[in-house]
C-alpha cells in the first residue's frame, strides 16, 4: 500500500515509523530539517513542501496513494490538505484534529471537507483519561463495539488480594475474560491454573460493568473515585472534564489564563473551575487537592504535567494521570510514582493504524510497549471462526490469540468452547504482535 | 421657524424630538378609538357621551398635529424619550373625560390626573370616594386605560425596554426572552402581535369565566360589564374595580376564578407563548418561574398562617382563599382586594407588604423590582459567598442554563437599590408633606402608599387601604405620587436618562 503522510511531527513520524516496513510510505513536510532527519532513521521518501498545495501533492503522487494522513499541528492545514488531495485522486484521507468542532460537523456528513476520516486527538486522549478516571489500577482502558465491550490493562498491586490466585480463581464474573497477562517483557496466555502475581499487568475483555466489578477486586478498599480534579483548561483538560460531567462527576478544574478559566465556567456548568496557576503550592493546599481521588494533569508541555502531578501525589492525592506528549517518557513518568502517564500520540496512532492493516479492523487497541494488540472484527463468510464453536476454530489459530468478546445484533455474548460465532458477529481479540499479519488473514 | 433656526437648534439638541412627537401623536391618534368605543358605551347606559366624544376630538386634532412632524429613523436616544413621552401622553389624555365629566373626587385635575396616571400605569391606586357617584362609562375607561397600561408596557418591553440599557432589560435577551422572540418571528412588529394576541386571548377567555360562573350560579352577581370590566384589569395585573367591595362583592367561586389570571397576567408572556404552541418544558424549566411560583406559595403560607393563629377566619377554606389572593393580587401587582386586609394582624399584613417588593416575572404585565431581578441577587450572592471560600473559582451566574453577563448583575444590583432608594424618600417625603399639611400619616400607611404607587401596586394600608382610596392625601403628595407611578413604571432608568445634560447634547 502506498501511504502519504503530511505534517512529520510526533504523531506523523509515529506512524511512518509503525507503516515503514511493511508500505510505500512518502512523508510531505515544509521543514527541511524534519524531513531529513526522518529519512535517515526510516525507509521513506521525503518530499519538501506544503501539504495543502496542489503541486506539493503531486509531487508526493498522491493520485496513485492508497491513503492519505494529514498529520500536521494545524487543523486547518490537514482538512484543507484532505480536501486537496481529493482533488488529485482517490486516495483514503484521513485527518488529524485537535478541536472537536470540525469532528463535529464531518459527524454530521461523513465524508465533509473531503476527509473520509477524521482522528479528533484532544477528545480521543479524553475519553481514554475518563476512562482510566473511572477504574483504579487501571493502566490503559479501551472501548469496542459501540462501548458494549471493553478492554482494561490493569496492574495487580503486590499487596492486592488477587495476587497470588490463580486466573480460575480470581476470574469470578461471568462476562469477563482475562486474555492475556504481561510479566515484565513476556506475554503469557493465561490458562486456568496460572498464577497472577503483584506487578503483573492484566489484560481482560469483557462489559464495562465486569471491569468495575473486577477493578474492586483488585483494590477492594478504593471505593470509586468522586473527586476528580483537572489542572489545565487546555482543550484535553475541557473535554476531560465534560465527558466527567456527562457521567455525573462534579470535577475541579484549574486554569491559569483568565479568560479561557471564564470560557471554560461558561462552558462548563458542573466543574467548579478555579483560575491559579496549578504549581501553585498555596492554591493546592486552599482547594484540598491532596484529597482528590484523581488528579490528571493535561498542562502545556510535559514538565508541566510531571511537576503537577508529583505535586499533588506528594499532597495525598490517590492516583495522578498525566499527559505526555513525548511518548519516550511515558515509562519515566511511571517510574517516577505517574500512576498512569496517557499519551496523545499513542491514541491517535492506534485509531489510524487500524486503516493500514490489509483488512481493516473495526478498532485497534495497542498494548503497553507494543507488544500485544486488541482488535475488532466482523466477522464475514470467509473467516475460519464462521459457524463453528470456539473449541473446533481454536486449533486452526496460533496459541497467543485470545477472543475476548463477541457482540451479536447489539447483545454482549461471552465467549465460551461451544459457543458458536455467526457471520455479522463483532468478536474482540487479543493477539501478540508478532502473529498478527496470520491473524488478521485467517479471521 | 426658519430653515435657520431650525439648524441651530438641531446643533444644540442631538435628540431627534420630532420623530418621538410624530409617534406619540400616532399614538394619540390611535386612543381615538377607545374613546369612541366608551362614548358609545355611555349612550348604551343612558349617560352623556359628550366627554368622550369632545375628549376624542381634541386627541384627534393635537395627534395629528404632533404626527405632522417628519419621521426619521429611531435609535436608542429616541427610544427613552418615546418611552417616557407615551405614558405620560395617555395619562394626560386618559384625565380629560374625569374633569369634563365633573362627578365626584375626579373633577379635580390633580384628582383626574392620579386616576389616570394609576390607569395607565397599571397601578390600581385610587382617588374615588364614592363609586356610585361616576357612570358606567367612567368607570370603563378607568378599566380600558389600564388595559392599554398592560398591553403597552408588554410591546414596550419587547420592541423598545429590551433594545435600551435599562438595569435588566437587557438580561431579557439572556433569558431567552428576545433572542427566541426574534426566533419564532422576525420583526419586533410580528412580536408585538403575537404577545398582544395572548394577552387579548386571556382578558377574552376571563370574561368568558366569569359568565359562565354566573350563567351556572355560582356568581348571580357577575353581569357583562362587571366581566369585561374586572377582565381588563386582571390580566394587566393593575387592579382597578368598579366596585367599591373590589373583588369582596363577588362569591368565591369568582374570587377563586380570578386568581389564576392575575398570575398569569405575571408570568413571561413569551414563555407562555411557548405555552400555547404545546412546549410547556419552557415554562416549567425557567428558573424564574419556580422562583415566582415558590415566592408566592411561601408567601402564601406564611399568610395563611398568621391568619390561622390570630383566628381571623373560622373555617380553613376562606383562611386559604383570602391568604391566596391577597399574596397573589399584591405580589403581582394587581391591588384588588377580597377583603379589608387593613383588619388583619400585623404579621400577615407585614407578609403583603413585603410581597409588594417581589413583583412577577419579568415580560409580563407586573410592575415592581420583578423575580427576575430578585433571582439573580440571589444567586450572585449565593455565588460570592462560595467564592469566599474559594478564592480562585470562576462561577458565572447562571439562570435556565445560561449565563448571565457580570455588567447585567451589577446594573441589577443597581437598580434594586436604586428602587430601595426611591422608596425610602418617597416615604420621607410622604410622612413630611403631611404634616407640612397637618393631615394625619401614619408612618406604615406613608410605607405602603410610597411602596404601592412607586412600584404600581395599588392599595396600600390604613387609610389608603382596599376600601380606601388616596384623596385624603396632600395636593403635593398626590402630584408626587403621579410622578413616581410614572418613573415607576418605565424602570425608572429612562427618566433619569432624560435628566442628564448628555443625553441632550452630542
Redesign the interface.
Known sequence: MRVVIVGAGEVGSTIAESLAGSHDVVVVDVDTERVESLTYSLDVLPVEGDGTDVDTLAEADVGDADMLIASTDDDETNIVTCGAAKVLGDAFTIARTKSPKYLKAWERAQGAFGVDFMVCTDLLTAEAIVGLAGLPTAQDVDTFADGLVQMTEFEIPAESPVAGQTVAEADRFDSLTFVGIIRGDEVIVPQGTTELRGGDDVVAIGSPESMRLFSSSIAPEEQGPEDVVIVGGGEIGFQTARLLEERGFTPRL?EQD?DR??W???HL?NT?????DATDQD?LE??NVGLADVVVAALENDQQNLLGTLLAKRMGADRAIAVVDTGNFTELFEAVGIDVAVSPRKVTAEEITRFTRARRAENVAIIEGDQAEVLEFEVDADSILVDRPIRESAVDFPESVVIGAITRDGEFVTPRGDTVVREGDHVVVFTETDVLETVTEQL | MSAADRNRVDRDVRVDWRTCLSLVGAVMVALVVPLLATAGVAVVSGEPPTPFLVTAGLTLVVGLAFGRYERGDLGAREGYLIVALVWLAIAVVGAVPFVLAGNGTLASPVNALFESTSGVTTTGATVVENFDAHGRAVHLWRAILQWMGGLGILVIAVAVLSQLSVGGAQLMETESQTQDVNKLTPSIEQTARLLGGIYAGLTGLMVLSWLALGALGLGSEVTLFDAVAHAFTAVSTAGFSPRAGSLGAFSPAVQWVTIPFMFTGATNFVLLYYLTQGDPSRLLDSDEFRFYAGVVCFLTALTAGFLFVSGQFAAVEPTLRHALFQVVSILTTTGYATVDFNVWSPAAKHVLFLAMFSGGMAGSTTCSIKTLRWIVVVKSFRRDLFTEIHPDAIRPVRLSGRVVDEGVIKDIYAYVLLSVVVFVLLTVFVVTDAARAGVTVDEFTALGAAAATFLNIGPAFGDAGPYGDYAFFPRTTRMAFIVLMWVGRIEIVPVLVLLTPAYWRS
Do not use: Y
Not at chain 1, 467548579?272 to 491559579?276: A, E, G, I, K, P
Open positions: 484549574v483568565e478559566a471564564r471554560l465556567a461558561e456548568p467548579t473551575v478555579l483560575n491559579s492554591l486552599r482547594e
